[in-house]
Nanobody
Framework: QVQLVESGGGLVQAGGSLRLSCVAS????????MGWIRQAPGREREFVAG????????YYGDSVKGRFTISRDNAKNTAYLQMNSLKPEDTAVYYC?????????????????WGQGIQVTVSS
């Protein structure tokens, strides 16, 4: 089992920045690719970013390219999502997820483990 706990969310004004963290415990963190997925009220889940087990490959959803950066520190069992130039449409619950295969997917079955989610609210 892997437990994932997100932190760093909150309320920020448009144009501001936040950094989300996802701390993993349990099995070896470096065995897993990591993803960030978000869901806004009344909207479908959206793939935000993904990173391979060693950080060598990263992928981003079109709506966040150039503004968000995904990274990881395997020594700290932590994945990060740096979010800059935030917009009101970035408001959502953000989930981190771990999978043995890096999939650019929003399906729950595409990942082995999910965090509980954290709210990010961007005011205009």
């Amino acid at each position: 089992q892997v437990q994932l706990v997100e932190s760093g969310g909150g309320l920020v004004q448009a144009g501001g920045s936040l950094r989300l963290s996802c701390v993993a415990s349990g099995r070896t963190f470096s065995n897993y690719a990591m993803g960030w997925i978000r869901q806004a009220p009344g909207r479908e889940r959206e793939f935000v970013a993904g990173i391979s087990w060693n950080g060598g490959r990263t992928y981003y959803g079109d709506s966040v390219k150039g503004r968000f950066t995904i990274s990881r520190d395997n020594a700290k069992n932590t994945a990060y999502l740096q979010m800059n130039s935030l917009k009101p449409e970035d408001t959502a619950v953000y989930y981190c997820a771990a999978g043995q295969v890096l999939r650019l997917s929003v399906l729950r079955t595409a990942y082995d483990y999910w965090g509980q989610g954290i709210q990010v609210t961007v005011s205009s």
